[in-house]
Nanobody, 125 residues
Framework: QVQLVESGGGLVQPGDSLSLSCAAP????????IGWFRQAPGKEREGVSC??????????YYADSVKGRFTISRDNTKNTIYLQMNSLKPEDTAVYYC????????????????WGQGTQVTVSS
């Protein structure tokens, strides 16, 4: 059973930064596109960012709401995907999930093969 593990969430103030990590013990993330999704209370889950597999062109994609503030990257030597979140806003408050699929996409979450349990990010003064 493949299990992705998110970490790095927490409580921060508006304008602060956080870096989320997505790891998968015993599972090679380099072969997969990895997406970050989030779900705020009372809202549907939405795509935040995605990075193509290392076999592909390594393209990155961002939702308009986070473009210019969030950066997705991968470190294959650590088998880890990162989501650097800067200039955080209260509306970024959500549970953040990473997921693995063969192709990158922010709108096709139902096609993602493997998911983590999520990490809570709360932005509040």
């Amino acid at each position: 059973q493949v299990q992705l593990v998110e970490s790095g969430g927490g409580l921060v103030q508006p304008g602060d930064s956080l870096s989320l990590s997505c790891a998968a013990p015993g599972f090679t993330l380099a072969y997969y596109a990895i997406g970050w999704f989030r779900q705020a209370p009372g809202k549907e889950r939405e795509g935040v960012s995605c990075i193509s597999s290392s076999d592909g062109d390594g393209s990155t994609y961002y939702a308009d709401s986070v473009k210019g503030r969030f950066t997705i990257s991968r470190d294959n030597t650590k088998n880890t995907i990162y989501l650097q979140m800067n200039s955080l806003k209260p509306e970024d408050t959500a549970v953040y999930y990473c997921a693995a699929d063969l192709l990158c996409g922010l709108e096709n979450e139902n096609e993602y093969l493997y998911w983590g349990q999520g990490t809570q990010v709360t932005v509040s003064s």
